[in-house]
């Protein structure tokens, strides 16, 4: 933490964004950032998906599946660029990505039965309050599994 701290207080955008590093703070630090981009993007897709289809739980699961899947694009490549810059457990590209995918999968999963529970289900939060929520609970689950899945050490 004490490096992420340093680099920050220097304004070093460049060690701080691009840098290789092996320091957990820092990556989970981009994955945030790369996650918010995505999460922009994820949230941009369902907003515009609820705006066009209009109200009800089969439009809630639809839009949050819209905004998933342009998320996890977005996420995807960019993590590639800026956090998980090692070589995958896989022995391809593809099957990187499909790793991804299958843990995205996932998150998809919990995301969209957090949102009816958060809306419709048992808290009537408002959907797009909700959304900000279930993303932050997602994107540590997303990230800690990618991490030990994925891009662990190998040994």
Partial sequence: M??????????????????????????????CFVGGIAFVVDYGAFALTCL?????NIITAV?????FVCGLIVNFLLSKKFVFTEDANCNS?????????????????????????????????????AKIIVALIVLVYNYVARKIILYSDKK
Avoid: C, H
Wanted: net charge neutral; aromatic share 20%; no cysteine.
């Fill in 52 to 56: 066009i289809l209009g109200e009800g």
């Fill in 93 to 129: 590209a593809g099957g990187e990505f499909l790793w991804y995918t299958i843990i995205g999968i996932v998150g998809w999963g919990l995301n969209v039965l957090l949102m009816l529970v958060a809306t419709d289900w048992v808290l009537s939060i408002n959907r797009y309050a």
């Fill in 63 to 67: 839009a949050t599946t819209i905004g």
């Fill in 2 to 31: 004490k490096e992420f701290f340093q680099l920050l207080f220097k304004f070093d955008l460049k060690a701080l964004f691009f840098a290789p590093t092996d320091n957990g703070f820092i990556k989970f630090f981009r994955y």
